[in-house]
């Protein structure tokens, strides 16, 4: 992919991003728009740093390898306690998941074909507090698909601290909004080094996801 066509294809990214996390904060319609805008042109020059490719990388990326975004923490992220509010780790995962499928290949193939990916499930722990001005990276693996959706797993890291970990379960959509099978990802014209198993946790994690759902979902008497 030559140069202009890279830049091209994340500013693609950039833009879909942005229009798909509005934040509203307050009740006033206003400034709702405003401080949601401010927040929009943050998250999206970060973005875009995040998803240049390296210029003098010659690393082969495969799907499944584990791949470093590195972020810093702004003014814009942190809560009135001075730490990066819980839901900013949400939408920097978000942006680290663009930053693999970019770089290893995946998100060429799906904007080909009409394809985005969606949240269906996530669970995060938090260890430490991120803080004003840190630099961390967050290192993000694919682990693999089952017959649904793909898994990813992420961790918050400064320096040789883990600051947060957290586990993605992602479902793709085409563009009439059906599903994708993950058997039709996997003839992708990409590098893929992905186990032929889910680790045994995740297959945990992923039912009781859904046995969750499920019992949410039925209705209930009143008490």
């Not at 693996?141 to 947060?164: I, K, M, P, Q």
């Not at 994708?180 to 996997?186: F, Y």
């Not at 990409?190 to 032929?196: E, G, N, R, W, Y």
């Amino acid at each position: 992919m030559g140069l202009c066509t890279a830049h091209t294809e994340l500013l693609r990214i950039v833009f879909f991003l942005a229009l798909s996390s509005r934040v509203v904060v307050t009740h006033d319609v206003t400034e709702a728009f405003a401080e949601s805008w401010e927040c929009n042109v943050l998250m999206t020059v970060r973005w875009l740093k995040a998803m240049i490719p390296p210029r003098h990388s010659n690393e082969t990326v495969r799907v499944g390898d584990t791949l470093s975004t590195t972020f810093r923490v702004l003014p814009s992220d942190l809560d009135m306690l001075m730490h990066m509010t819980n839901g900013r780790y949400l939408s920097v995962l978000d942006a680290a998941r663009i930053s693999y499928m970019s770089r290893t290949g995946l998100w060429r193939r799906y904007r080909e074909r009409g394809w985005h990916p969606v949240v269906v499930s996530q669970t995060i722990s938090y260890r430490r507090s991120l803080t004003l001005g840190v630099k961390y990276a967050v290192h993000t693996t694919l682990l693999g698909f089952d017959t649904r959706n793909g898994y990813f797993e992420h961790s918050f890291h400064v320096g040789s601290g883990v600051y947060a970990t957290a586990v993605v379960a992602v479902r793709y959509l085409d563009k009439n909004g059906a599903s994708v099978t993950p058997d039709r990802i996997l003839k992708l014209d990409v590098d893929f080094a992905l186990p032929h198993t889910l680790p045994e946790w995740v297959e945990d994690w992923a039912s009781a996801a859904r046995a969750h759902t499920t019992a949410t979902s039925e209705p209930k008497g009143p008490s």
